[in-house]
């Protein structure tokens, strides 16, 4: 099982994404540029892993993550789509009536 910590923190110097996954300790990730559909969070000094966090809005029901870094050298990045439940979707904690 896969879990992550995040926080987003801002600085005197700066706006910081800060994850922690599954339970290492946190890495820091400073916002680099944004615009009115963008966020990207850099890394640079990160030695061997990622590098970039970058959130996209996607029209008005979605927005995707994509991570970009290094793997032994190797460059890979991954994508993440997420898009909004309908407002009638039944929770979790019971059916929506």
Do not use: T, W
Request: with cysteine; hydrophobic share 35%.
């Amino acid at each position: 099982m896969a879990f992550e910590f995040l926080r987003i923190e801002a600085r005197a110097d700066g706006n910081y994404y800060v994850p922690q996954p599954s339970g290492r300790p946190p890495l820091d990730f400073k916002l680099g540029s944004e615009s009115g559909s963008e966020l990207v969070f850099l890394n640079p000094g990160h030695g061997d892993h990622l590098k970039r966090i970058i959130y996209r809005r996607e029209g008005d029901d979605g927005v995707s993550a994509r991570i970009e870094g290094e793997d032994g050298g190797r460059a890979f990045a991954a994508d993440f789509p997420y898009r909004r439940a309908p407002n009638n979707a039944a929770s979790r904690c019971g059916a929506v009536k």
